[in-house]
């Protein structure tokens, strides 16, 4: 059985396989005006929910940040 840790490190590739093919598509010339301006938009969201899922795991892990320095 898969761990939750396990699971969210997989979502979090999956939502980057789907970034890579979002980028692709907000910086086709084919993607002007507000379709260009969407793909953005649900690029940034993407970003959002990666890092969001990130939380999970930081949460899991005590919710201490790699980023935190004791001092």
């Known amino acids: 059985m898969e761990t939750i840790k396990e699971t969210c490190n997989c979502l979090r590739g999956d939502i980057e396989a789907i970034k890579k093919r979002v980028q692709v ?3 086709s010339a084919d993607t002007p005006g507000e379709a260009g301006a969407n793909a953005t938009l649900a690029y940034r969201h993407l970003e959002d929910a990666r890092m969001r899922i990130g939380k999970v795991i930081q ?3 005590g919710g201490v940040s790699c ?3 004791g001092d």
């Open 67 to 69: 980023y935190d320095k």
């Open 25 to 27: 598509l907000r910086t």
């Open 59 to 61: 949460a899991l892990d």
